[in-house]
């Protein structure tokens, strides 16, 4: 487990223009472990202070998985109640620190998201993705839920198409489903065309007002004010029911497919 958990990258680059790219990774998918979830909070918290930075991308290495959502061996490990918060708390401070960033962040989602990884994806600004882009939030199928991810997952998709991928947590649904339901902006066939896609974007975004976007970005997250202590207390949710037996057992199984 302590190899896994310690495995995994955040890399950051800016170019001239004043647009920071943000990349994580990890051997298993992508998957978040608590390192990685801190490391990618506090990076764009500190990107979003500097004043050299326009406009921030965020992406995952790879090509096939763009997050697998939260680390099975970390999960599993967990044994006690502040352990637990402590861990769904690293993907509410990534979503906060989205939420929080005066910024813009464009999302680049290459392939398949799960859980926390959708959270990730509904935490940017502005999405896009590849064919290959499928989502499913999987937590209720291992004995938790996603209580953490749902609030910025509800805020893209609406509460019906939240519930749906909620509830069906076994159902893979296409990038042109969640398209159609606002958490991707447009779709492409290729990694490359949406890569060009994106330069494009982001470099009309590096050029505009920041002050603008800043205002802009306010009015986007209007109503997700109390955030900081709803996803605290979402995260005490999820590490009291990873600890149950139920889920536990629910979690060794899905390990063992």
């Given at each position: 487990?302590?190899?896994?958990?310690?495995?995994?990258?955040?890399?950051?680059?800016?170019?001239?223009?004043?647009?920071?790219?943000?990349?994580?990774?990890?051997?298993?998918?992508?998957?978040?472990?608590?390192?990685?979830?801190?490391?990618?909070?506090?990076?764009?918290?500190?990107?979003?202070?500097?004043?050299?930075?326009?406009?921030?991308?965020?992406?995952?290495?790879?090509?096939?998985?763009?997050?697998?959502?939260?680390?099975?061996?970390?999960?599993?490990?967990?044994?006690?109640?502040?352990?637990?918060?402590?861990?769904?708390?690293?993907?509410?401070?990534?979503?906060?620190?989205?939420?929080?960033?005066?910024?813009?962040?464009?999302?680049?989602?290459?392939?398949?998201?799960?859980?926390?990884?959708?959270?990730?994806?509904?935490?940017?600004d502005y999405c896009y993705a590849t064919k290959f882009a499928d989502v499913k939030l999987s937590e209720l199928a291992v004995g938790i839920g996603p209580?953490?991810?749902?609030?910025?997952?509800?805020?893209?998709?609406?509460?019906?198409?939240?519930?749906?991928?909620?509830?069906?947590?076994t159902e893979w649904r296409s990038a042109n489903w969640a398209k159609e339901n606002g958490l991707y902006a447009e779709i492409f066939e290729s990694a490359?065309?949406?890569?060009?896609?994106?330069?494009?974007?982001?470099?009309?975004?590096?050029?505009?007002?920041?002050?603008?976007?800043?205002?802009?970005?306010?009015?986007?997250?209007?109503?997700?004010?109390?955030?900081?202590?709803?996803?605290?207390?979402?995260?005490?949710?999820?590490?009291?029911?990873?600890?149950?037996?139920?889920?536990?057992?629910?979690?060794n199984a899905f390990k063992k497919k």
């Open positions: 487990m302590t190899e896994a958990v310690d495995q995994g990258h955040v890399n950051v680059s800016t170019n001239e223009a004043g647009i920071a790219t943000i990349e994580f990774g990890h051997p298993l998918s992508n998957s978040l472990p608590g390192k990685i979830l801190q490391k990618l909070a506090e990076t764009i918290t500190s990107l979003g202070k500097d004043d050299s930075v326009a406009v921030i991308i965020l992406k995952s290495a790879g090509e096939r998985a763009f997050c697998a959502g939260a680390s099975f061996d970390e999960l599993i490990s967990i044994n006690d109640l502040e352990t637990g918060r402590i861990f769904f708390s690293g993907f509410a401070n990534v979503i906060n620190a989205c939420r929080k960033c005066p910024k813009l962040i464009i999302g680049r989602v290459q392939g398949k998201a799960v859980g926390g990884g959708v959270g990730v994806a509904s935490a940017v209580f953490v991810v749902g609030p910025a997952v509800e805020r893209k998709l609406g509460r019906s198409a939240m519930s749906q991928l909620a509830i069906n947590a490359q065309a949406m890569d060009e896609q994106i330069d494009v974007l982001a470099n009309k975004l590096a050029k505009s007002n920041p002050e603008a976007m800043r205002l802009l970005k306010q009015i986007f997250w209007e109503g997700s004010e109390n955030w900081d202590e709803l996803l605290k207390e979402r995260a005490a949710m999820s590490g009291e029911l990873v600890l149950s037996e139920f889920t536990v057992n629910a979690i």
